[in-house]
């Protein structure tokens, strides 16, 4: 490869860039945590599904899961749902009985990329010959096809019951800006326009033999997407070798993601900017030309003194694709990755931009914005202080902060995810179901290919944790019954409270010692509440997965995260979250007695104004730990006489709520009022006790308890 300047221009600035980099986050520690927490999340979202009845398996793919982001640029979460009830056959012999069967046609008017899939019989290998749905579409030869606006139409129709904002872009269809959701189907085999891509030539031995087997096992997927330019696209399904794509993104070193990330940096700042709505350059654009530099280029460039060449090249692949009107899929043969995104006018203007920017050896880089990189880099070519800068351990705090609660958030969401199907069941039912569904969860597999042997290891880490949650209410509500019927609590409800300690520092304990305090064994509970209040130090960060904490908007304090990002690649530790805690109306007899207002919060025509996350609990008792943990002080010291320690720990509840540094971890804040002004009442302070019932009420008017806390103590009057 000819350089443009002398070489040590390039040397400098390359070691300069990197630096910058990975001040913004871009290292192998902080790609390790983004791939390992999204890993996770994949893996747990696949196995509630499974418990769920749903035969769905969950893929996370993009930026955010294969670390090749920065807290600048606002990446979103692109999730694929994948239907495994449907077998996708790419010919007759594949026909399974009594399965839904789709065969891959290749009709004369399908692009490269697409296909349509023709609706077969379960119980005979033969086409169907009725339609028996609005999704199935019959073509003027009679064979019928499916269409591919099946899910818009049910994201569509859920969204607005939801009452929630409807989002497109593409195959995409969501609720938020944050979430890109595809769904698909999965092709065990490749299509014929992939053969070439393991049988062309390789200067720089990239991907290997092995690699490739791999790729070809994971098969592809297909996804409701026709092509832009199609009259028929509502019956024309995308092939995507997603996974491909994943595998090979993480075979990638870090060198490879210092390049893509600052062609990603110049797309957003520089070379999106100056097309100025006129066509737009995506990322997989410039994820493709990665792929083509990383496997034609010999692996002695791509060291760290040659970045700035590496970047180069894949600026000279994209602009001589501009010259061709043609940018090539890197695995699937005959497909324009321009269609739809840039005309022939479109594609000058980005010619002239990267001209620009390869004529002018990358200089625009110096006026970058997203994460202060031009900044950066003068930093670091001049040495200067810049007062507005974020240095390097505090980005990774804030990455890492983020990771862990976004995790921890979605590991609660699932938990009520499992427990949606509960209300109407008796405690004793409720307990044979949750038993049932510990049974199952033990002994599920989800179907892995042999190249995802990681998501194996994690799916029975998220097996044995989803385990213990449903542990901690099968513990409480068993516990429930036997208090309520005066029989002795047995051991095996011992042994489930002991199994699910450890789902993080407060939770599974405060019930523990809530189901103490109900029982009457005070000495007992308070040992457990010392316990918890030695556990819940300073670096603990509250997590609610109510839905009452944004984890892209809420900031995890900086002790957590500070002590969160000197542990390792998982950062979902348990020691140092407190989440909320859950009673379920059959755990009642488990519940300090004001809690279980809680359970009936709705007045009136409360319950037509909930929102989709709050329909779920909003029938159960939830408080933030650390108030929780005060209030069971304050009940069980007083029932043991204790009155210093009694009003010790009125005190601390006070402060979990008034005090502004802690503010911000108070996710149910009404609930943890209401505690408070139940220790008035009991200090015969009814006035006080009233005063901060109408404040929660004047906080959330409706489906608060405050509203009977209210009713109960004026009718004393």
Same mark, same amino acid.
């Given at each position: 490869?000819?350089?443009?300047?002398?070489?040590?221009?390039?040397?400098?600035?390359?070691?300069?860039?990197?630096?910058?980099?990975?001040?913004?986050?871009?290292?192998?520690?902080?790609?390790?945590?983004?791939?390992?927490?999204?890993?996770?999340?994949?893996?747990?979202?696949?196995?509630?599904?499974?418990?769920?009845?749903?035969?769905?398996?969950?893929?996370?793919?993009?930026?955010?899961?294969?670390?090749?982001?920065?807290?600048?640029?606002?990446?979103?979460?692109?999730?694929?749902?994948?239907?495994?009830?449907?077998?996708?056959?790419?010919?007759?012999?594949?026909?399974?009985?009594?399965?839904?069967?789709?065969?891959?046609?290749?009709?004369?008017?399908?692009?490269?990329?697409?296909?349509?899939?023709?609706?077969?019989?379960?119980?005979?290998?033969?086409?169907?010959?009725?339609?028996?749905?609005?999704?199935?579409?019959?073509?003027?030869?009679?064979?019928?096809?499916?269409?591919?606006?099946?899910?818009?139409?049910?994201?569509?129709?859920?969204?607005?019951?939801? %009452?929630?904002?409807?989002?497109?872009?593409?195959?995409?269809?969501?609720?938020?800006?944050?979430?890109?959701?595809?769904?698909?189907?999965?092709?065990?085999?490749?299509?014929?326009?992939?053969?070439?891509?393991?049988?062309?030539?390789?200067?720089?031995?990239?991907?290997?033999?092995?690699?490739?087997?791999?790729?070809?096992?994971?098969?592809?997927?297909?996804?409701?997407?026709?092509?832009?330019?199609?009259?028929?696209?509502?019956?024309?399904?995308?092939?995507?070798?997603?996974?491909?794509?994943?595998?090979?993104?993480?075979?990638?070193?870090?060198?490879?993601?210092?390049?893509?990330?600052?062609?990603?940096?110049?797309?957003?700042?520089?070379?999106?900017?100056?097309?100025?709505?006129?066509?737009?350059?995506?990322?997989?654009?410039?994820?493709?030309?990665?792929?083509?530099?990383?496997?034609?280029?010999?692996?002695?460039?791509?060291?760290?003194?040659?970045?700035?060449?590496?970047?180069?090249?894949?600026?000279?692949?994209?602009?001589?694709?501009?010259?061709?009107?043609?940018?090539?899929?890197?695995?699937?043969?005959?497909?324009?990755?321009?269609?739809?995104?840039?005309?022939?006018?479109?594609?000058?203007?980005?010619?002239?931009?990267?001209?620009?920017?390869?004529?002018?050896?990358?200089?625009?880089?110096?006026?970058?914005?997203?994460?202060?990189?031009?900044?950066?880099?003068?930093?670091?070519?001049?040495?200067?202080?810049?007062?507005?800068?974020?240095?390097?351990?505090?980005?990774?705090?804030?990455?890492?902060?983020?990771?862990?609660?976004?995790?921890?958030?979605?590991?609660?969401?699932?938990?009520?995810?499992?427990?949606?199907?509960?209300?109407?069941?008796?405690?004793? $039912?409720?307990?044979?179901?949750?038993?049932?569904?510990?049974?199952?969860?033990?002994?599920?597999?989800?179907?892995?290919?042999?190249?995802?042997?990681?998501?194996?290891?994690?799916?029975?880490?998220?097996?044995?944790?989803?385990?213990?949650?449903?542990?901690?209410?099968?513990?409480?509500?068993?516990?429930?019954?036997?208090?309520?019927?005066?029989?002795?609590?047995?051991?095996?409800?011992?042994?489930?409270?002991?199994?699910s300690m450890n789902t993080d520092v407060a939770s599974t304990?405060?019930?523990?010692?809530?189901?103490?305090?109900?029982?009457?064994?005070?000495?007992?509970?308070?040992?457990?509440?010392?316990?918890?209040?030695?556990?819940?130090?300073?670096?603990?960060?509250?997590?609610?997965?109510c839905g009452r904490m944004d984890p892209f908007k809420s900031?995890?304090?900086?002790?957590?995260?500070?002590?969160?990002?000197? $542990?390792?690649?998982?950062?979902?530790?348990?020691?140092?979250?407190?989440?909320?805690?859950?009673?379920?109306?059959?755990?009642?007899?488990?519940?300090?007695?004001?809690?279980?207002?809680?359970?009936?919060?709705?007045?009136?025509?409360?319950?037509?104004?909930?929102?989709?996350?709050?329909?779920?609990?909003?029938?159960?008792?939830?408080?933030?730990?650390?108030?929780?943990?005060?209030?069971?002080?304050?009940?069980?010291?007083?029932?043991?006489?204790?009155?210093?320690?009694?009003?010790?720990?009125?005190?601390?509840?006070?402060?979990?709520?008034?005090?502004?540094?802690?503010?911000?971890?108070?996710?149910?804040?009404?609930?943890?009022?209401?505690?408070?002004?139940?220790?008035?009442?009991? $200090? %015969?302070?009814?006035?006080?006790?009233?005063?901060?019932?109408?404040?929660?009420?004047?906080?959330?008017?409706?489906?608060?308890?405050?509203?009977?806390?209210?009713?109960?103590?004026?009718?004393?009057?």
């Amino acid at each position: 490869m000819n350089r443009y300047v002398s070489g040590w221009f390039y040397d400098v600035m390359s070691l300069r860039l990197i630096a910058a980099l990975e001040d913004m986050g871009v290292t192998e520690l902080i790609v390790g945590r983004r791939r390992h927490t999204f890993l996770q999340d994949e893996s747990a979202e696949s196995v509630t599904n499974k418990l769920s009845g749903l035969n769905v398996v969950s893929y996370h793919f993009g930026s955010m899961t294969e670390g090749t982001t920065t807290p600048g640029m606002g990446s979103d979460i692109d999730t694929l749902y994948c239907d495994d009830d449907v077998n996708i056959m790419s010919g007759w012999p594949e026909w399974e009985h009594g399965r839904e069967n789709l065969l891959m046609v290749k009709h004369v008017t399908c692009s490269p990329q697409h296909y349509r899939l023709q609706e077969a019989r379960r119980y005979l290998p033969l086409p169907l010959t009725q339609p028996y749905n609005e999704y199935c579409v019959t073509d003027h030869d009679g064979k019928i096809y499916r269409s591919n606006k099946q899910f818009a139409h049910l994201m569509r129709r859920t969204v607005a019951g939801d %009452n929630l904002p409807y989002v497109h872009a593409g195959p995409s269809h969501s609720w938020s800006e944050m979430y890109d959701l595809v769904y698909a189907y999965r092709c065990k085999k490749l299509p014929a326009e992939c053969d070439s891509w393991f049988t062309r030539p390789r200067p720089g031995q990239w991907p290997t033999q092995e690699m490739q087997q791999f790729a070809r096992e994971l098969g592809c997927f297909l996804i409701p997407d026709g092509h832009c330019d199609s009259e028929h696209s509502a019956v024309e399904w995308r092939v995507s070798p997603s996974l491909i794509e994943r595998h090979l993104m993480f075979s990638m070193e870090i060198i490879h993601i210092h390049c893509y990330a600052t062609l990603k940096l110049l797309k957003k700042d520089t070379i999106n900017p100056y097309l100025n709505g006129n066509g737009k350059l995506t990322s997989f654009h410039c994820k493709t030309a990665l792929f083509y530099a990383r496997e034609q280029l010999l692996p002695e460039m791509w060291t760290v003194d040659r970045l700035f060449d590496c970047i180069i090249y894949c600026l000279e692949l994209l602009r001589d694709w501009t010259t061709r009107g043609h940018c090539p899929h890197y695995i699937m043969d005959g497909v324009n990755l321009f269609d739809g995104k840039l005309n022939s006018e479109q594609r000058g203007r980005l010619h002239t931009i990267l001209s620009v920017i390869i004529d002018t050896h990358l200089a625009p880089l110096a006026f970058v914005e997203t994460d202060n990189l031009g900044v950066r880099l003068l930093h670091n070519v001049y040495t200067v202080a810049i007062w507005d800068m974020m240095p390097r351990r505090a980005v990774f705090q804030e990455i890492t902060g983020f990771l862990s609660v976004f995790g921890n958030d979605r590991i609660m969401k699932y938990v009520l995810i499992l427990l949606d199907d509960t209300a109407e069941r008796s405690p004793d $039912e409720l307990c044979l179901y949750l038993h049932s569904m510990i049974t199952q969860l033990s002994l599920q597999q989800l179907h892995r290919h042999r190249s995802e042997q990681a998501l194996c290891r994690l799916d029975a880490v998220n097996r044995d944790r989803c385990i213990r949650h449903l542990q901690q209410h099968l513990a409480s509500i068993a516990a429930s019954i036997c208090i309520q019927r005066g029989i002795h609590i047995g051991d095996r409800i011992w042994s489930w409270y002991s199994a699910s300690m450890n789902t993080d520092v407060a939770s599974t304990r405060l019930k523990l010692a809530s189901m103490l305090y109900c029982k009457g064994d005070l000495q007992l509970a308070a040992d457990v509440l010392d316990d918890v209040e030695r556990k819940y130090d300073y670096t603990v960060q509250a997590v609610c997965g109510c839905g009452r904490m944004d984890p892209f908007k809420s900031k995890p304090h900086e002790a957590f995260t500070e002590a969160v990002n000197e $542990e390792n690649t998982d950062v979902l530790s348990t020691n140092r979250v407190a989440y909320c805690v859950r009673f379920l109306p059959q755990e009642a007899f488990c519940v300090p007695p004001i809690l279980h207002y809680e359970m009936v919060r709705a007045v009136g025509d409360d319950i037509q104004h909930r929102d989709v996350n709050e329909r779920r609990w909003m029938n159960w008792a939830v408080v933030d730990s650390r108030p929780f943990l005060h209030y069971l002080q304050y009940l069980t010291f007083r029932g043991l006489g204790l009155r210093h320690r009694q009003l010790q720990a009125g005190r601390s509840l006070t402060d979990s709520i008034e005090d502004g540094h802690r503010h911000h971890q108070l996710f149910h804040w009404e609930t943890a009022r209401h505690l408070l002004a139940h220790c008035g009442e009991m $200090e %015969n302070r009814p006035d006080q006790a009233l005063r901060l019932y109408l404040k929660s009420q004047s906080y959330r008017p409706r489906n608060n308890a405050a509203n009977w806390h209210i009713l109960r103590l004026t009718s004393r009057q």
